[in-house]
């Protein structure tokens, strides 16, 4: 490294400045016990961690970020570790959705203000990622992604049973008397058994893998179980990493582009990927100024088989993902279809396909072949349009109930998904197999954030009856982990007057996913009518950040980000006056 090198990094206008300012940075930093010697021009890297009690799956990252440490140091690089805020879906209310935005503003700010040359980013719980992704997006420092890994498989009388996906079923078992209230509280540890974040093909997998599809987390290291000291081993590496990436100038802007979005949207189809990456994925790309539209994941997608066979869609957990080649594996078999852009440059400073040239698929029941699928091309994320989704609605066919696909039935119209459950047990409630379930209001500003509540137990009686799945209608967001023939993210919500707010009881709504359509069968006059007649719901927040969200936060086929937010602001900063 040359004087020259090391006087233009950016941490050197704190650590490298002359006279009051230098002594001031220096030695306040000081008091923590570095020597002089630190202050040299090494590159000076961020640590930014999500690690909270209050968010269970990040509540590791402290000593995820000691090995990302210990990587930088022995790169010749400065590592210092600050906190960011966690938004755990867990147990944050309404949603955690409603603060990553929050979250991505303050990653960025943190980035930005401090005297870093590059970053690790410590995330783990579904919302961390892409928060994460899109603060670092917008500044663009050179940045690595470390997730916190899945839980180990939860085991349950002699099975495994996945996070989130069988609190659904347990739910179930419960109201149908196939359970006891002591056999589920038992089963409550047997699912959460070690730290890490949900091991099905939840949101957080999902958002996982799609940071290394993206190239921005390094090859293999999605899946490895939190617990696994080869997860501390990734975060070591990326450490290294880090401080090569700062040399190179390797920055998000480089990977981030419209092919590595391609990629991951296939990516996104062949895991069986949630839902909630539609909205995350064209936020991040709307930080670094990439085109990405709702359409894209239909039509993207739609050449691409299910590979993998995972809760909710399948039967495996991230664990057995992990030892079955995990996502290096998945991505070699599109590489060899042709179904990738291999020459993407990556986090590594190599490409896609040179990272995944010797990925190997260990077990062909968790990671199928190209040619023999879980699940047929075609089966992913299906895109919705008509009369009552105009700007969009999604659909997860691969964990839908085939003959449920295509349907009309009479809607039952819920203007919160509280009024739902306050109902959803009563014996008397004027619902059948074949009605169609609206529940409104649970958009970005209508709740505000856009909640997981789409994916609505049954009720009661039909449970009980044998029924398992029934069409749902919501402009709210379903978790990864979840089920069922519903249609989630209908643009415009029903909040700023979006057809979902027009539907009565009775309507006919028709599903026909085959051919991508959602649409109210009541003709253009009577919803002229009703239109005229509708008058906006009162606003439930209006202080605070709560007021800043619906002020400015997007619709979901826009990415529920702030408009404000979109695009790259970059790294440069005022001189102080020190």
Same mark, same amino acid.
């Given at each position: ?7 233009n990094?950016?941490?050197?206008? %704190? ?15 000081r ?12 590159p ?28 930088? %140091?022995?790169?010749?690089?400065l ?33 930005? !203000?401090?005297?870093l ?26 940045? #690595?992604?470390v ?19 069988? #609190? ?45 599809a ?59 990927g ?63 279809g042709?179904?990738?852009?291999g ?12 990272n995944?040239?010797? !990925? ?15 699940q047929? !091309?075609?089966?992913g ?12 609605a ?14 009309r ?13 306050? #109902? #959803? ?20 500003k ?26 749902r209608?919501?402009?709210?967001r379903?978790s990864?982990t ?18 979902? !707010? ?11 996913v085959?051919?991508?359509?959602l ?14 007649? %509708? ?16 002020q ?8 529920a ?18």
């Amino acid at each position: 490294m040359t004087d020259g090198q090391k006087t233009n990094r950016r941490s050197q206008a %704190w650590f490298g400045a002359q006279g009051r300012s230098g002594m001031v940075y220096r030695s306040w930093m000081r008091n923590q016990g570095f020597g002089h010697e630190v202050f040299d021009g090494r590159p000076v890297i961020g640590i930014a961690t999500s690690a909270s009690e209050l968010a269970p799956c990040n509540a590791h990252l402290t000593r995820v970020a000691e090995a990302a440490k210990r990587g930088v %140091w022995q790169a010749g690089g400065l590592p210092l570790q600050f906190p960011t805020m966690a938004t755990g879906e867990t147990l944050m209310r309404p949603t955690a959705m409603l603060y990553r935005n929050l979250m991505a503003m303050e990653v960025e700010e943190l980035i930005r !203000a401090n005297p870093l040359d590059g970053v690790v980013l410590l995330s783990g719980c579904d919302k961390t990622t892409p928060a994460m992704l899109m603060g670092a997006a917008s500044v663009d420092l050179p940045a #690595v992604m470390v997730t916190g890994g899945p839980m180990l498989n939860g085991k349950y009388r002699g099975r495994d049973v996945g996070s989130g996906t069988q #609190v659904w079923k347990f739910e179930e078992d419960l109201k149908t008397g196939r359970m006891t209230e002591e056999e589920c509280f038992f089963a409550e540890g047997c699912m959460a058994r070690s730290n890490g974040h949900c091991m099905t093909m939840g949101t957080a997998s999902t958002m996982a893998c799609l940071a290394e599809a993206l190239g921005m987390q390094l090859p293999g290291s999605a899946a490895w179980p939190a617990v696994d000291s080869r997860r501390m081993e990734v975060a070591q590496a990326a450490g290294q990493r880090i401080v090569q990436m700062v040399e190179e100038e390797l920055r998000p802007s480089r990977i981030l582009t419209r092919e590595a979005f391609e990629n991951a949207v296939r990516v996104n189809a062949a895991i069986g990927g949630s839902t909630n990456a539609v909205i995350h994925l064209i936020a991040i790309a709307g930080r670094v100024g990439v085109e990405l539209d709702l359409r894209d994941f239909d039509g993207l997608a739609r050449a691409v088989p299910t590979l993998v066979n995972l809760m909710p869609s399948g039967t495996y957990l991230m664990e057995d993902f992990c030892y079955a080649g995990g996502l290096p594996a998945v991505m070699a078999e599109l590489l060899s279809g042709k179904l990738l852009h291999g020459g993407l440059i990556t986090v590594t400073g190599r490409t896609i396909a040179e990272n995944t040239e010797n !990925a190997e698929r260990v077990d062909s029941d968790v990671i199928t072949r190209l040619d023999a699928p879980f699940q047929p !091309a075609g089966t992913g994320i299906a895109v919705l349009r008509g009369n009552l989704c105009p700007d969009g609605a999604v659909v997860k066919q691969s964990a839908a109930s085939p003959h449920l696909l295509t349907h009309r039935g009479p809607a039952r119209v819920f203007d919160s998904p509280e009024a739902y459950h306050d #109902v #959803v047990d009563d014996p008397e409630l004027d619902i059948d197999e074949n009605t169609v379930i609206v529940i409104r209001n649970a958009g970005p500003k209508g709740y505000p954030g856009m909640p997981e509540v789409a994916n609505v137990p049954l009720p009661g009686k039909l449970l009980k009856a044998g029924v398992k799945d029934m069409v749902r209608v919501c402009d709210g967001r379903m978790s990864g982990t979840g089920y069922g023939t519903v249609v989630l993210h209908v643009a415009p919500e029903a909040a700023v007057g979006g057809p979902l !707010a027009l539907v009565h009881d009775g309507d006919p709504v028709v599903l026909d996913v085959p051919n991508r359509t959602l649409r109210l069968d009541v003709d253009d006059a009577e919803l002229t009518r009703r239109r005229h007649a %509708w008058k906006a719901p009162a606003e439930r927040h209006l202080g605070g950040y709560s007021w800043l969200y619906t002020q400015n936060v997007e619709q979901a086929d826009q990415g529920a980000d702030f408009g404000f937010l979109r695009g790259s602001r970059g790294h440069e900063v005022p001189r102080d006056s020190h």
